[in-house]
Every structure is written in structure tokens, then in C-alpha cells.
């Protein structure tokens, strides 16, 4: 190659690249650790959003079996008119159910479950096909038989009754024949949370139990397989312009499971960002590995400079180097991240009865790629610009034991600017960008945090008192010097164990709130579907059976808000943390007073005896999360009538207490003469089980076609979900932490080409390595316990955010977790720096000598 080739950019970057695959003969040697920091961000960004993208492909490909048929039409507490049934016939072929939940009991009434009740008419279903053993013809197994209608239940339900196939259950005022025990179910994801077991019959055994009451909480579903030609989203909007009161909910295959979607997509969102925080954490690794790599060739690159290379020839070699092994990282990452649908497609169908098909995700691959390149290079470029303006006669005369160069701007700027890159990447693909938006500003923040804890660190150490024992300040003499190991040590293990902390205490409040604290508040019953003429007979009932309890009962009907300000509420476009008042139907009521655990925080309440315009009591957290105030408007389906009802006034609701507590609260005027049921509560201080249970069946005995649900229950139901995402989000947690282990080590081994020379220079002046082991003990054990007292203070200071202020539960600190955390940083920093010390230790003093 001739000179001028040299000169030109062309020539330079052959040129450079020939020296870099020349270097890179060597091994990789340094590299690990930067290799397994780019290999785990990637894979778990690429595993994750596989996964997420395999899941949400299953629902759409089995769209129509999952909602049961092409469209479907949902109405609470009615059936559908004659001239709406009589249009829904005619887009094609329709299959009626109704489910609602009810009380299933033994024959001898000794014993009773809670049960999701549905059922179906000859034409179910649709598509998919229900499984049931014995396999026989569904219609078959629900026929009446000498006077009594059979059903089907998974085997959940015969365990919690001890019951068998052909054994006989009292459900509302008729014996029901078990007949079978139900496999699979095609379209449960689209009836949403189910509660508690399956319960399936036919409509005319659900009409024999007598359970269907003017106002009871059942929902009537129409399922329709549109005729050729037809279409779900053009057969949705004709039926809300033909039947624009009808108040019903449509929805069709295209989101089949909207709540289950809605949850994967924002799992998936929070485990990416953890994900991306893992990858970022290891790019502080990037930037050791490359610091430390490049520290090792200073000879060369001092060589390099001495016989005319430029700095930006200097760079374009080892930039290539680097780059060409984050590739290696990537490729491995996507590897292990493409694997990851395979690898989990079984359990997965086991929990969701989705079909997982495993297959290769080319988008989520790429995007796992993309963030993993743009990350190294961010984190490449700072160490890269601070070596390519030295000198060669200072690469020579430092050693890299203490000088550093300044980095250009330009270098500093690209890495901002590719860290900006990267921001705005994860918030383009954020389902929520809000949530995005304050991850990536508490990640960005926790590093400058962090940053300045170290130096912290280092000034208080740099003050410290002279102390006479030769460890202790020798160990205090690092912390502060030249090159120090402080700022890679907190900023490496102080973001793991941070997310860790705060992740667990969320956990710890949760499950402490859940299972204590509102257990100790909340009743002991909910009593659902109380017919307004057995109201009194009921509560006479349920004051023989617990003479010393509490019971509170209220009005209640279900509607659906259809509208806000005479805005369709499909128009508008609400926060998602008051998403949840606008979707599906809401519980509904009316009062003349001001409801228990509520206070009024603005307006005034409607006179006793009110008679005029329809009012309305709206919670205040909510009513501000929907933009509405005093004098706006709402508009509710009920029964299929449209009312419109002005604010009167806002209060603040005791959610937490788990009493009756109603987002709206009617004037008593609005509902006048619409049919409907009771909800009550029942509280039983100090009640024992054996007591709660005497209750529950004797209401369940005297009252069948009310539903009891023990609120204890309930409440392990909660807690057993809890535990699941907290299992999750604990192993999402685990993936940073072992990041940031990853760059501890990393870190520690960077420093000790730097520690050779120490030890060196002090075992010739007389310390004995079990000084120096005591010193370097001492060091990262300080620099351990500094870490984990941050950890603490600043995982419990976003724990107390999110259970405080987002949450509105109270907060308390867990020690246990104070103390693992303080315990896993000493064990990680103490462990990791002892093991690359006592090699250090182990060094010739003659060589190393020669070398200073």
C-alpha cells in the first residue's frame, strides 16, 4: 500500500482494520465480561419481546375461537329486544350464554363453593371445540335426565366439594347432575378474570335454578360467525347506528382478549425497560473492558503514534475491534434471546390456553440488536476519545497508573447523542410512554446520583482522620487516590441492588396491605344479588347467624358510561390510570346521604326527597383523572336506557377498606322504578373460620339465589397473583443485578494491572500480604456498605413512590430487606475484589519493578 492510499480516509480504514484483526489474533482476552454484559441486554430485550410477540400472534391467530365467534355483543342484566336479536340473526349464525356467579352446595347442604356460572345454548360453540371427559357431544351432557339438567366443571370445582362425576350439586333452587369433567374451554380469555371455578349448563338449566332475578348480575352474550362477506368491524358499526341506547359492549376477533392483550403488552413493555436497564448497566462494563483494554495497550498505541499514526487512526482501530466483538456479543445475545419462544412455548400454553407456536421474531431480534449496538458504541466512544489526544511520550511515561486524556467534544457528544437515540427509541416502542418517560429520567438520574455518591465517597475519605492502623488507612487511602476503584464500584453495583430493593419492598407492602392491613379492615362477606323482596327476611337471616356482626347493605345495578359532556367516550382520549372507570360495565347505586367511607370534598349532596334533574356523586381521584369537575355531565347505559346526570358533587373514596364504595352515586330519583338487586357486606370482628362458615352456609342454604363470597378468599386469590408477577419482576430484577455483578468484576479486574504495582512497590518497602489483604478487605467493604446504604435509602425512596403516591396505600420499610441487601453488596464486592487480589498479591516484585 502506498503512502497516498494511507492518507486517504478509504486507505486509512482498510489499514486500520488489517492492524485490528491483526490485534484481535491475540484472544479475547479482557473481553469477557464485556461480551457477557452485551450478550445478557440483548437476550433479554430479544427474549422478552419474542415472547411477548409469540403470545400476542397466538390470540390474533385464534381471534375467532378465542371470543367464541366473529363478533360478540355483551349486555348486563337484560336480553336483547326482539328488533335486536332479530339484526344480530341475520349478520349470520348466533350463540347465546349468560354467565354470572352463584353459590354451588352439596346435596345434604353441608357444604358450598362460589362458582362462575355459564351457560350456552345448542348452537355453542362457534368455533374451537369445548373438551370434556368423557368425550361426549356438549348438548348431550347438559339435557335434561329425569328431571334434572346436567353441567360440566373443571376439576378444580370437584375438588374444592370432594365430588365426583355423577354426583349431584344444588345450584339456586335445582339439583344439577355433574356430568363430566371440563378440559378446555375455547373462548375463556374472553370472559375475562374468572374468579373461581367453572360452573357450564344450559340456558334452560340456568332458567330451572330460578337465579335470574329482575335486576340480578348476569351478562347475556351474543356470539355471532358472520355470513360470507361480512365483516366484524363493518357489522360493529351498523349495529351502533341502528341501536345507538342499546348500551352494550362490542367487540370482535381483532381483539378477542383486550385485557389479557393489555397485559402482555404492558408486561412486556416493563420487563423491555428492565431489559434496556440491564444492557445500560452493562455498558458501564463496556466502558471498564475498553478502559482497561485500552490501559493495556498502551505500548501500543504509544507505537502506533510514535511512527505517525493519528488519533483518529488510533481510534478507527480499536473502534473496530470493540465493535466487531459487541457483534459477537449481539449474535450471541440473539441466539440465546431467539431461543427463548421454544423454551418456554409449553409452560406458557399450560397457564394461557393460547397456542404458542415458537417461531423466529425477525422484529423483536432487530430491535434487540439495534439497542445493543447503539449502547456499546455509546459506551465505547468516552473511553476511546480520552486516549486518542494523548501523547505518545505520556502513554509511554504513565503506565496507566494515573494520567487521562480529556475527551473532545465530539466524542462526548456522540455518546449523549446515541444515549438520546436509545431514550427515544424505548419510548417510540412503549405501549405506555408515560411509564417510559419516567423509567428512562429514573435511570438517567440514578446514574448521575450515583456519580456523585461516589465522589462523595471520595471527598469523606480524602477528610478522613490520619487513623494508626496500616490496613484501615491504606484501605482509606485507595478509596480517594488517583484512579480509584470508588466510581466504578458504586455505579456498577448500586443500580442493581437499587432495583432490587425498591422491587422487593413494592412485593413486601403489597403482600403486607393485602394480607394484614386490609385484611384486619375489610368484611368478612360480600352478598351479591339480593332480591329487594327477601331484603329483610335476609337480614334477619344473617343476624341469627352472627348476632355480634355488622351488616351494611345498598342498591345496586350495573351500567356502562357512554358518554362525558355529551362526548362519546370512545372519542376521547383519557390517561391510562382512568382508563379503567370508561371500560366495561360499572357497579352503580343511589343514596340520599353521603356513603360510608367517603367524604365530600367539593359540592353539596342532594336534599332528602330530591325530585329533580338526575344528579350524580362522582370520586374525586377518578372525576381528575377524567378531566371532569362540578357541573359536567355523564351519561350511563342502564337496563338499555340512556340517562344523563349532572355532577353534584366529588368525594374521596376509602378504596383500601374494601367496603361498599361506588365510583358513582346516584340521586334516588335517577333509577325510580328500574328493577334491581342489594349488595351488602357483612363484618364479623374476631370471627373464626368455623363461624364465617356457619354463615356462609347458612345463607347459602336460606337464600340460594345469593351469592356469598368470603372476602378472605378473595383476598389469597389477590395475594397468589401478586406472588406470580412478583416472581416475575423478581427474576426481570435478578437479570440487572447480574449485570451489574458482571460489571463489578469487571470493574475490580480493571483496576488491577494499577493494584500490581501497588502491592509490589509496598511488599518492597515491608507489608506483608496479610496486610494488604486486610487493606483491600477493608476498602471494599466500605465501598460495600456505602453502596448498600444508598441501595437502601434509594429503592426505599421509590418503593415509598409507587405504594405511596401512585398506589395510595401506606408504606413501611422492610429491614429484612435492608440487611440482605447490605449482606449481598459486602458478600459481592468483598468476594469478587479478595479473588482477583489474592492473584494480584501473587505477583513477582523484579518484573513488575523493571516495568516502572
Not at 408486561?267 to 482497561?292: D, R
Not at 336506557?641 to 378504596?655: D, G, K, M
Given at each position: 500500500m502506498s503512502a497516498g492510499d494511507a492518507t486517504r480516509p478509504a486507505g486509512d480504514l482498510r489499514l486500520a482494520w488489517r492492524f485490528a484483526l491483526r490485534e484481535m489474533r491475540g484472544g479475547l482476552k479482557g473481553f469477557y465480561i464485556f461480551l457477557a454484559c452485551i450478550t445478557l441486554g440483548v437476550a433479554s430485550i430479544a427474549a422478552v419481546n419474542s415472547v411477548s410477540q409469540m403470545m400476542t400472534q397466538g390470540i390474533a391467530q385464534e381471534g375467532r375461537a378465542i371470543l367464541g365467534g366473529d363478533i360478540r355483543f355483551g349486555l348486563g342484566q337484560r336480553l336483547a329486544t326482539p328488533d335486536e336479536e332479530e339484526w344480530m340473526r341475520g349478520q349470520g349464525a348466533v350463540a347465546r350464554s349468560a354467565t354470572m356467579r352463584s353459590m354451588a352446595r352439596l346435596a345434604d347442604g353441608s357444604d358450598q363453593t362460589l362458582?362462575?356460572?355459564?351457560?350456552?345454548?345448542?348452537?355453542?360453540?362457534?368455533?374451537?371445540?369445548?373438551?370434556?371427559?368423557?368425550?361426549?357431544?356438549?348438548?348431550?351432557?347438559?339435557?335434561?335426565?329425569?328431571?334434572?339438567?346436567?353441567?360440566?366443571?373443571?376439576?378444580?370445582?370437584?375438588?374444592?366439594?370432594?365430588?365426583?362425576?355423577?354426583?349431584?350439586?344444588?345450584?339456586?333452587?335445582?339439583?344439577?347432575?355433574?356430568?363430566?369433567?371440563?378440559?378446555?374451554?375455547?373462548?375463556?380469555?374472553?370472559?375475562?378474570?374468572?374468579?373461581?371455578?367453572?360452573?357450564?349448563?344450559?340456558?334452560e338449566g340456568l332458567a330451572a335454578t330460578g337465579l335470574v332475578q329482575p335486576g340480578s348480575l348476569v351478562e347475556n352474550i351474543y356470539k355471532i360467525r358472520l355470513s360470507e362477506g361480512r365483516d366484524g368491524a363493518t357489522a360493529s358499526e351498523e349495529a351502533g347506528e341502528r341501536f345507538p341506547d342499546a348500551g352494550w359492549s362490542i367487540r370482535t376477533s381483532e381483539r378477542a382478549a383486550p385485557a389479557l392483550q393489555r397485559n402482555i403488552e404492558r408486561?412486556?413493555?416493563?420487563?423491555?425497560?428492565?431489559?434496556?436497564?440491564?444492557?445500560?448497566?452493562?455498558?458501564?462494563?463496556?466502558?471498564?473492558?475498553?478502559?482497561?483494554y485500552l490501559d493495556a495497550k498502551r505500548p501500543v498505541?504509544?507505537?502506533?503514534?510514535?511512527?505517525?499514526?493519528?488519533?483518529?487512526?488510533?481510534?478507527?482501530?480499536?473502534?473496530?475491534?470493540?465493535?466487531?466483538?459487541?457483534?459477537?456479543?449481539?449474535?450471541?445475545?440473539?441466539?440465546?434471546?431467539?431461543?427463548?419462544?421454544?423454551?418456554?412455548?409449553?409452560?406458557?400454553?399450560?397457564?394461557?390456553?393460547?397456542?404458542?407456536?415458537?417461531?423466529?421474531?425477525?422484529?423483536?431480534?432487530?430491535?434487540?440488536?439495534?439497542?445493543?449496538?447503539?449502547?456499546?458504541?455509546?459506551?465505547?466512544?468516552?473511553?476511546?476519545?480520552?486516549?486518542?489526544?494523548?501523547?505518545?511520550?505520556?502513554?509511554?511515561?504513565?503506565?496507566?497508573?494515573?494520567?487521562?486524556?480529556?475527551?473532545?467534544?465530539?466524542?462526548?457528544?456522540?455518546?449523549?447523542?446515541?444515549?438520546?437515540?436509545?431514550a427515544a427509541l424505548a419510548i417510540f416502542i412503549a405501549e405506555d410512554r408515560r411509564i417510559a418517560w419516567t423509567f428512562l429520567l429514573a435511570t438517567a438520574a440514578a446514574f448521575v446520583i450515583l456519580r456523585v455518591v461516589a465522589f462523595v465517597i471520595q471527598k469523606l475519605a480524602a477528610r478522613a482522620p490520619r487513623v494508626s492502623s496500616t490496613p484501615l488507612r491504606l484501605a482509606i487511602g485507595n478509596i480517594h487516590r488517583p484512579g480509584a476503584l470508588t466510581a466504578s464500584v458504586v455505579l456498577s453495583l448500586g443500580l442493581g441492588l437499587t432495583l432490587l430493593v425498591a422491587l422487593t419492598s413494592i412485593d413486601a407492602n403489597l403482600r403486607s396491605e393485602i394480607g394484614t392491613n386490609i385484611a384486619s379492615r375489610a368484611p368478612n362477606f360480600f352478598f351479591v344479588d339480593i332480591q329487594g323482596a327477601e331484603l329483610e327476611a335476609f337480614r334477619g337471616e344473617v343476624g341469627r347467624l352472627a348476632p355480634r356482626g355488622e351488616l351494611q347493605s345498598v342498591p345496586m345495578l350495573r351500567g356502562r358510561i357512554t358518554a362525558l359532556n355529551g362526548t362519546d367516550v370512545r372519542e376521547l382520549e383519557v390517561p391510562p390510570e382512568g382508563a379503567w372507570v370508561l371500560r366495561g360495565d360499572r357497579g352503580l347505586t343511589y343514596a340520599d346521604e353521603v356513603p360510608a367511607n367517603s367524604t365530600l370534598t367539593s359540592g353539596e349532596w342532594w336534599p332528602q326527597g330530591y325530585d329533580g334533574e338526575p344528579l350524580v356523586s362522582f370520586a374525586a381521584q377518578e372525576a381528575g383523572e377524567l378531566g371532569l369537575?362540578?357541573?359536567?355531565?355523564?351519561?350511563?347505559?342502564?337496563?338499555?336506557?340512556?340517562?344523563?346526570?349532572?355532577?353534584?358533587?366529588?368525594?374521596?373514596?376509602?378504596?383500601?377498606?374494601?367496603?361498599?364504595?361506588?365510583?358513582?352515586?346516584f340521586s334516588p330519583n335517577t333509577f325510580a322504578g328500574a328493577p334491581h338487586a342489594w349488595l351488602a357486606t357483612l363484618e364479623m370482628p374476631d370471627a373464626t373460620f368455623e363461624e364465617e362458615r356457619a354463615v356462609l352456609s347458612g345463607v347459602s342454604n336460606a337464600f340460594p339465589a345469593v351469592t356469598s363470597v368470603r372476602v378472605g378468599e378473595a383476598l389469597d386469590a389477590v395475594n397468589d397473583l401478586i406472588a406470580q408477577l412478583a416472581l416475575a419482576i423478581r427474576a426481570a430484577a435478578a437479570v440487572a443485578l447480574v449485570a451489574s455483578v458482571l460489571v463489578l468484576s469487571g470493574a475490580l479486574a480493571a483496576g488491577n494491572r494499577g493494584r500490581v504495582h501497588d502491592a509490589v512497590v509496598l511488599k518492597t518497602l515491608g507489608a506483608t500480604r496479610g496486610t494488604l489483604i486486610r487493606a483491600y478487605a477493608t476498602e471494599y467493604g466500605l465501598l460495600g456498605a456505602a453502596t448498600a446504604l444508598f441501595a437502601v435509602g434509594a429503592g426505599a425512596l421509590s418503593a415509598w413512590f409507587v405504594i405511596a403516591r401512585i398506589m395510595q396505600l401506606p408504606f413501611s420499610l422492610d429491614w429484612t430487606v435492608a440487611l440482605a441487601t447490605l449482606v449481598l453488596s459486602l458478600v459481592l464486592t468483598v468476594g469478587f475484589g479478595l479473588v482477583g487480589t489474592w492473584r494480584v498479591l501473587g505477583q513477582k516484585a523484579a518484573p513488575v519493578l523493571r516495568e516502572l
Open positions: 362458582s362462575e356460572i355459564k351457560a350456552v345454548d345448542g348452537a355453542y360453540p362457534l368455533y374451537g371445540a369445548v373438551l370434556t371427559e368423557p368425550a361426549e357431544p356438549l348438548p348431550s351432557l347438559l339435557e335434561a335426565r329425569d328431571g334434572r339438567f346436567g353441567a360440566v366443571a373443571p376439576s378444580e370445582f370437584y375438588g374444592r366439594l370432594g365430588l365426583d362425576v355423577g354426583d349431584i350439586v344444588l345450584v339456586g333452587d335445582s339439583e344439577i347432575e355433574l356430568r363430566g369433567v371440563l378440559a378446555r374451554e375455547p373462548d375463556i380469555l374472553s370472559d375475562g378474570f374468572v374468579f373461581a371455578p367453572r360452573l357450564m349448563l344450559s340456558l408486561f412486556s413493555q416493563f420487563l423491555t425497560l428492565v431489559g434496556l436497564t440491564a444492557l445500560i448497566v452493562g455498558g458501564v462494563g463496556v466502558a471498564n473492558a475498553v478502559n482497561a498505541i504509544a507505537t502506533f503514534k510514535s511512527l505517525g499514526g493519528g488519533g483518529r487512526f488510533v481510534v478507527s482501530i480499536y473502534l473496530l475491534q470493540i465493535m466487531t466483538l459487541a457483534g459477537v456479543g449481539i449474535v450471541l445475545g440473539l441466539v440465546l434471546g431467539a431461543l427463548a419462544p421454544f423454551a418456554t412455548a409449553g409452560f406458557l400454553e399450560s397457564v394461557i390456553p393460547v397456542s404458542a407456536d415458537a417461531s423466529i421474531y425477525p422484529g423483536a431480534l432487530a430491535l434487540a440488536a439495534l439497542f445493543g449496538a447503539l449502547t456499546a458504541l455509546a459506551f465505547a466512544l468516552l473511553p476511546l476519545g480520552r486516549t486518542r489526544d494523548v501523547a505518545a511520550t505520556a502513554l509511554f511515561r504513565t503506565g496507566g497508573t494515573g494520567e487521562k486524556g480529556r475527551i473532545r467534544w465530539t466524542y462526548l457528544g456522540a455518546s449523549l447523542g446515541l444515549a438520546l437515540v436509545i369537575s362540578i357541573g359536567d355531565t355523564v351519561t350511563v347505559n342502564v337496563l338499555g336506557r340512556t340517562i344523563t346526570a349532572r355532577i353534584a358533587n366529588l368525594r374521596s373514596v376509602e378504596w383500601e377498606s374494601l367496603s361498599i364504595n361506588f365510583v358513582m352515586v
